[in-house]
């Protein structure tokens, strides 16, 4: 008898429960399984991965260059000069009073979410629809995941009351809250009424809120405000360069931790330094510049922001008319569908998932979203998340360039610049049927 290779034995260790069944991220398939399908010749719409459509900016790719020699290992903690620009982007722009010292760099802000939960002994909150990779990066790590459930009526937004009923039961008990927005996935926002309220509730119960905050700059109406204003010595506050800075590739991400919280940093640093041991030397010069900001960089947020919002507005208003309740979104590039009044005809389809859903919608239309069961919510919820994204946004800006100040997108530019979202959703909502 033939002997069996490495490759058809079984294994002799058995894999990490934690890790086993472990999926890769529903993001990254959808977008893999996109070009898969483009590749095959299909007409592929891209609305399931929140990849920024915007070039990085112009002042930032001309640092990048001017850097590009730069080949020593950085201190684990990042570049000292990024640290401080970071630290003064957050007292500029949210009124953090925070300096260079508080701030820990790292290749991407999902990399310093891991290391958190690793570091960090207590229970995971996570206020769904949600991010797809806070649930499976605690999972890895083996902490207790908390869902709290939040409804459209709310805007899909954890509600102060809903903090509060959570944490009474056990109010000892360690807990990070994860807090995210503008939301990936429902493009809404928190007022500063409500993040007072959230602060209140974390104080009481000693809390650790990470505030993932990298879609702040994109708020449509330029007002983002943080909840480190409102509950400073418990807030560590996430950003980086991935959504704002269109800069997705080059992996650069920042916590700011309060100061009671060094000793987080720390520990977080340590386990850096024989993992990943630091981060690009030429981004984190490059990043400088752009957390420092200026008029140039001012000037392309303002044009993006004057996109995003006329787009997803009318995406928005689109999927409404066809019967498939959408809030309108405050910032950042994603809608949140829910088909739920279309329950009875789409079950007489087949559909009674979101997965089925979204897997019809992309073999029948080529429209690619995700379910929202990849958001952490019931399987047999229509809801799915769509990031109207797939347009060429150097182009756009480009074009609006050109118009007055004053002037705000309209549906011939956005048939123009943005053809891919407009015919996507033209096909969802011919697809769907009506109520």
Request: charged share 20%; with cysteine; proline share 7%.
């Amino acid at each position: 008898m033939t002997e069996a290779s490495p490759s058809q034995r079984a294994p002799s260790v058995q894999i990490n429960l934690n890790i086993r069944g472990l999926k890769p991220s529903p993001t990254v398939a959808i977008n893999e399984r996109s070009n898969e399908l483009l590749a095959q010749g299909r007409e592929i719409f891209k609305l399931g991965l929140g990849q920024s459509p915007f070039p990085v900016p112009e002042p930032v790719v001309a640092e990048l260059r001017a850097n590009a020699h730069q080949k020593d290992y950085l201190p684990v903690k990042g570049l000292r000069a990024l640290r401080d620009a970071v630290a003064d982007y957050h007292r500029r722009l949210h009124g953090v009073a925070t300096t260079g010292d508080d701030v820990l760099i790292a290749p991407g802000s999902k990399e310093l979410m891991f290391l958190l939960m690793l570091v960090y002994y207590g229970d995971v909150v996570i206020p769904t629809p949600a991010w797809v990779s806070y649930a499976p990066q605690a999972k890895i790590i083996g902490r207790n995941v908390d869902f709290l459930h939040t409804e459209a009526a709310h805007r899909w937004l954890l509600t102060a009351q809903q903090l509060e009923s959570h944490c009474a039961d056990d109010p000892d008990r360690p807990r990070v809250v994860v807090l995210n927005y503008p939301s990936n996935p429902t493009g809404a926002t928190y007022t500063p009424q409500q993040l007072e309220q959230l602060a209140d509730v974390a104080r009481r119960y000693k809390l650790v809120i990470l505030s993932d905050e990298i879609y702040g700059e994109l708020h449509h109406q330029g007002q983002h405000v943080s909840i480190a204003r409102f509950y400073p010595n418990g807030t560590i506050l996430s950003s980086g360069l991935s959504k704002w800075c269109g800069a997705g590739g080059w992996r650069l991400g920042t916590f700011t931790f309060p100061r009671p919280l060094r000793w987080l940093l720390d520990a977080m640093a340590a386990v850096a330094s024989e993992t990943y041991t630091s981060t690009s030397a030429p981004i984190q010069h490059a990043a400088v510049r752009a957390f420092r900001g200026g008029p140039e960089i001012e000037r392309y947020l303002w044009r993006a922001r004057r996109v995003l919002a006329a787009l997803g507005n009318w995406c928005a208003d689109q999927l409404n008319a066809a019967g498939i309740a959408t809030l309108a979104p405050e910032g950042g590039f994603y809608l949140l569908p829910d088909f739920e009044k279309l329950r009875g005809s789409l079950a007489a389809r087949g559909i009674r998932t979101s997965a089925q859903l979204c897997e019809s919608l992309l073999m029948e239309t080529g429209v690619a979203i995700l379910p929202g069961s990849a958001l952490g919510r019931p399987a047999a919820e229509l809801t799915a998340r769509m990031a109207y994204v797939d347009f060429d946004g150097n182009r756009c800006l480009s074009a609006l360039e050109q118009r007055p100040d004053d002037a705000v997108p309209d549906v011939a530019f956005l048939e123009q610049y943005c053809p891919n979202v407009t015919r996507a959703v033209a096909r969802l909502c011919q697809w769907v049927p009506r109520a």
